[in-house]
């Protein structure tokens, strides 16, 4: 589409037979522009400084002594940047004959609409009116019904500044939304004679769009209905949008790509949005603060400026770009963009910050740069602070660029980065954050996921869920600057893990972890089997479980850990019992997980003087069930041990072997227990035990906690540290 620039003739100007200088102009005009030409002919660019109206017809010496007569009494058009020039005939909403109030407490609706349709009188025609809002408060209430949309013109909304007009949308408005242009694209029809050459310039489709500057909207968080406060519906170009200001609107703030009296294309083009602040605005997924759609056949949105935004307290999505119709997004520019969740999320939500494409979508949200990004806190519940939705190949996004971006905020609830599809996106991150359970890198399978970029620019430490398929995508993890060879490892800080995919409390990903776990497993069949506990590990496999700190799983199926630091390297239907530090094997079971298994102990005990020790799992002394090899739990009910104690004298020269093999007959109650010696003790020592005698260690029943008792009695007069450490062995059946 061509640009060029305003030319705006006063009615009283073509009535004069006198030279008089265009104008007035709005400031926002490029003096020395070039005048583009049409479709329909060429012609030498005009000079529009030099221009002056002389018998009706516009003439601009020095540009080849071209001069153009307008078809009609007024024009309206953009400069060559896409920028708007608002006519200087503008309709005063406070003036006869609308005479609004804007007091705060007056129902101004009837005043606007009236307003509204005086404007769209001028649809089809070159003039493009400008509704002034005076400083004040304007209340729009529900006495005009919903306010008519600006259809098939370009009309444009002024205010005095922000926090000096406002519009008040009250809880009597009916909705669905407060301004609206539809189809704004089509200025009239005909075609501007170029004098004396023959030529034309045409004009149709060489138009201003909408504007919106230099006012404030407030809504009220009550209302029954939604609203959106602003809403391009259909096809509209030349958008220009600034200082503008949206608060507690319960709808969404902006919208674009929303079909109404089009049904066949809703998308914008060639536009600007600049200064923009959307608060607490949004209604859940359906209503985001910033919804970016496009809907039907045709282009995408494309050749967007977005610059300067502030979204503060979303409720909903941040910013949501999606593509339903069968075009792709080109040539979206966006610098330095907030958006900050509510603090704590005291509203539950699980929507994202920014939210690129859909799983409804049906073409890409491609071709998006985004410089200077800052995403705080993150919601919940499986939002993220930046989300690729679109999970089909059709519709994954493309080529999208997120350059000095930063995901930050001491609130964090939800992930960092999540990307379900996309191929060709580069990340720039200087930070990332993620909330509890969550990851600040989250990327699905390769089925829609193709090469991602990310340059992490100094950061060194992040949880990246990563689907094993989608590794080779990666093209880059780096940091230290874009171009860094250096792969930044993954740490793992006090309050981060690490998971084969996100916590979704189903049977798919499973219930959250426990902090600093690791859960690589990808298989299960209750969303339980999962590391539940602090600093956990389940290195892969499908349905373990591990239930205690520090238990450690490597592999395998249906192995379940419950004892703290107890451990597993793979097999099927191993079980601990709750058996402190217990490492178990088993390749399959009878009955019950457990029922045919290896198992090994550690227990140790120190004394320092003549006092027996007994040698339990955590070295304590202390008797229990989970620290002295249990063989309760309703299984387990024999087992044949193979018991070897080595003591070493920690202050002068001297070691002591002991070697015994057992067996215990363990049931269902403490007292039908029995230990029986299957072997021969063998014993010896050197040194300063060389004078221990089998008499020194002793193994006996302990039938309330159905385990082995290992005591160690030291050589009477001792004052020597004597550390005595037992190894168990045993084959667990029944």
Known sequence: ????????????????????????????????????????????????????IVNGALNC??????????????????????????????????????????????????????????????????????????????????????????YHIGVGIDGEGRAQSWLKIATTYPGPWLLAWSDSWQGGAGNWPIVGSGNTVNIVGQFTGPSITNLSIVGDRSSPVDTVAVDFQDRDDLIFMANVDILYVKGSGIRF?????????????????????????????????????????????????????????????????HNGGNGAYAQFRMANIRIEGTEGNPAGLSTDLWRIGDPADTAPVSDVTAVNVELVDAYGGGGSALHFASNTTASRAFNDRFLSAQVSGGLVQGNGVKIDGGRNLWMQFSNLNHGAGMADIVIASSATVGLINFDLMGVTTYVANIDPTSVGNVHTLLYGGLGTAAQAPVYLSASQVIAGCPP????????????????????RTGAAQVAQVASSTIGGGGLNVAQNSYATIAGGFNNSLSGQYSASPGGRQCGDSQRYGTFCFASGEFANQGDAQLAHAVMRGRTVDTTPVRLVG??????????????????????????????????NAGHYAYHQPLLMSSWDTAVSETLLAIGTAQAGGTGTLSALTTGAISITNDGPNRCPNITFTPPAGNTDTLDAVAVITAAESG
Request: proline fraction near 7%; hydrophobic fraction near 35%; glycine fraction near 12%.
């Open 1 to 52: 589409m061509a640009r060029f620039l305003t030319i705006l003739l006063a009615s009283t100007a073509l009535a004069s037979a006198q030279p008089a200088p265009v104008g007035p102009v709005d400031h926002r005009e490029i003096p020395n522009a070039p005048l583009l030409g049409g479709s329909n002919g060429t012609f030498t660019p005009l000079q529009p400084g030099n221009c002056q």
């Open 61 to 150: 010496p020095g540009s080849g002594g071209s001069t153009i007569a307008p078809p009609s009494s007024s024009f309206i058009g953009s400069d060559i940047n896409g920028q708007i020039i608002r006519n200087t005939q503008r309709i005063r909403v406070e003036d006869p004959p609308y005479n609004a109030k804007c007091d705060g407490v007056t129902d101004d609706s009837l005043a606007f609409k009236a307003a509204f349709q005086t404007a769209l009188a001028s649809a089809g025609t070159y003039v493009r009116p400008s509704i002034h809002i005076p400083a004040g408060t304007c209340v729009i209430g529900g006495a005009a019904g919903t306010l008519p949309v600006f």
């Open 257 to 321: 790509g929303h079909e109404n009296n089009v049904t066949t294309q809703a998308a914008i083009r060639e536009s600007w949005f600049d200064h923009i602040r959307i608060w607490n605005t949004g209604d859940g997924p359906a209503f985001p603060a910033w919804d970016m759609g496009v809907t039907g056949a045709g282009f995408a949105d494309n050749e967007i400026d977005i610059t300067n935004v502030d979204i503060y307290g979303p409720v909903g999505h941040g910013i949501w770009m």
């Open 504 to 523: 979704d409390n189903t049977t798919t990903c499973g219930n959250a972890r426990g902090v600093g776990a690791v859960d690589l497993q990808m298989t």
């Open 618 to 651: 955590d070295g304590s002394g202390a008797a229990s069930t989970t620290l002295c090899f249990n063989q309760g739990n309703g299984h387990n009910n024999t087992a044949a041990y193979s018991v070897t104690v080595s003591i070493t004298d920690a202050t």
